[in-house]
């Protein structure tokens, strides 16, 4: 009996944790194709979205910044597949968030024609934070040498899908890739305000993205 009872507190208290981590988030899991055919993403009529037809991924393709509509945000995580393309400067994605408008955000983005990389420097530069429009990368890496960006684990291809997983904290944001345990880039939140809206970002050639799940802290 004693033994039972031993056995059992443990369980208990571990049922108890999880129940209590499920009722502080609300997780979102989100089909961007269908999001895009609803009409449930905002952007400009001069931007190019369109739908990615993909079982496995349904998804959008996309150039500039793509919000989400009635969805707000806080602290949290942020899990997406992205895809960029492999070609040099002209491939940069990742996920806007804390977004006021279009020119004020959050954001974590891919540089992925630096994946493969063999110069030093450049593979410091694949994953980047900003804080539009105060701390743009320029800033960042002018008074903060690679402290705002950083190199990817593990290697990556330039045309392949990543997974992306990112924890927003009101001090701290942590980016961890293809499940990774060893984060890719760990920041101080520069957002003093940390609300607003989810968005899909990229530019110039820009890019792919699905299997969009929004876990908000309550």
Known sequence: MQMSTFLFRPLFFFCLLASSLCQAQKIEKYNLSKLFSDNELVYAPSQQVNSIDDSKRPGVTAVGIVLLK?????????????????????????????????????????????FQSTDTLRRKHMVQYISQPDYPWERLRKEHPLEYENGVTPSLQPSDWLHAHIVVGKKEITVYVNHSAVPSLKVNNLNTSGNGSVGLWAYDLGGDFANLEISTDK
């Not at 945000?73 to 393309?85: L, Q």
């Not at 804390?98 to 954001?107: E, G, L, M, V």
């Open 70 to 114: 009635n969805v707000t945000f806080s602290t949290g995580t942020i899990d997406v597949d992205i895809r960029g393309r492999d070609v040099f400067q002209h491939s940069f994605v990742g996920i806007a968030f804390h977004a006021r408008d279009t020119i004020t955000y959050d954001c974590v983005y891919f540089r992925p024609f630096n």
